[in-house]
């Protein structure tokens, strides 16, 4: 048969076509195992190993803090899902110390007691239960344009600040249980959460931009959501008898990193928790439950936790757990990825960073 100019053409456009959406269905289909590096952390360097078994290694190091996880991986489209081993994994996180009643935790437990306005706070305000979410990553720019997209995401978060501050205002001002409360609480709620994912933004396009982060802009929440402004129970003498508790202080024993309004749960040898909130200094206390040890306390200190950290503890009668808490810990934790999106280039992009192969 005869080849016509026009029939080999037509052969080609068609090789061309096919050869296009073959590039175009690479991403989609290209294998993603193999060791990546974490890129665009201030002070962060780490690895993330995607196995072909399904199995995952992370290792993230945050200025002296290490922390590391194992787990399973599964791709879902273009993004990768992981699940750890352990969430409740406490590495490079937390220590708990544990002593006897003294005077030190009896001083601690009337202060407390004092100074119970902050008990059922997230109760009186709703507000403080609303959780950062992971947003997708910014699209690529070019350096300019990185610096053009930080300063307007920066002028976006101050504007949010504000609109959220006026919505928290209006809901403040209405009474609870009225249609009016509940419509703005909706409000205030949805502000919040447009005024989180503007600061991620702004940060993320600083980071980009290599400027300095912005700085926070801290919500002006309603008096309700705050705990009253107590002078402590320092001076006052000591009662005669004390009360033995069973006493957890989340910070370290002198209070100079005291967390209020973490959640925990003790868990007792016969399997029952009971949940609380620490208080002011970062303490909280029960009474003694008689013929139950305390046998481990799970602990969360805020929204964004990826997860509570559970710490095994052996305290059989009255006595303190002091848990020593790392902030920067803290920080290198939220790094821990959960959902990765996979770009164009192959990188896997997440709320804390990009890795890079």
Request: charged share 25%.
């Amino acid at each position: 048969m005869r080849v016509t100019p026009r029939f080999r053409l037509l052969a080609l456009v068609s090789l061309f076509l096919g050869l296009a959406a073959t590039l175009r269905a690479a991403p989609a289909t290209a294998p993603i195992t193999g060791t990546y590096g974490l890129s665009g952390v201030a002070d962060a360097g780490g690895e993330l190993r995607l196995d072909p078994d399904g199995r995952y290694d992370w290792a993230v190091s945050l200025r002296r803090v290490n922390r590391s996880s194992t787990g399973h991986w599964k791709r879902d489209g273009d993004r990768i899902m992981l699940s750890a081993d352990d969430p409740e994994n406490p590495s490079g996180f937390t220590r708990a110390e544990i002593s006897n009643w003294d005077e030190l935790a009896e001083r601690r437990y009337l202060r407390a007691t004092a100074e119970n306005s902050w008990t059922g706070l997230v109760d009186r305000c709703p507000l403080l239960r609303i959780k950062t979410l992971i947003y997708p990553a910014p699209a690529d720019r070019t350096p300019e344009a990185w610096r053009r997209y930080a300063h307007r995401t920066a002028r976006e978060a101050v504007a949010a600040r504000k609109r959220a501050d006026t919505a928290m205002a209006r809901w403040a001002a209405t009474s609870d249980g009225t249609a009016a409360w509940t419509a703005t609480l909706g409000q205030a709620s949805a502000a919040i959460a447009a005024y989180q994912m503007a600061n991620y933004y702004a940060e993320q396009a600083h980071i980009r931009a290599g400027l300095d982060p912005p700085p926070w802009e801290l919500l002006t929440y309603p008096d309700k959501c705050l705990p009253a402004k107590r002078p402590p129970a320092d001076f006052e003498p000591l009662p005669a008898e004390r009360h033995p508790q069973i006493g957890i202080m989340i910070g370290d024993r002198e209070g100079a990193s005291a967390f209020l309004g973490a959640k925990l749960e003790m868990i007792f040898s016969d399997g029952a928790r009971v949940a609380a909130v620490s208080g002011p200094g970062g303490w909280i206390s029960m009474p003694v439950r008689p013929g139950q040890s305390l046998a481990a306390i799970r602990l969360s200190l805020d929204e964004s936790d990826p997860a509570p950290i559970r710490v095994p503890v052996a305290l059989s009668g009255a006595g303190v757990v002091v848990m020593d808490i790392n902030p920067i810990a803290g920080d290198a934790r939220r790094l821990e990825p959960t959902m990765l999106q996979i770009a164009a280039d192959g990188s896997l992009r997440g709320s804390h960073g990009v890795y890079l192969r």
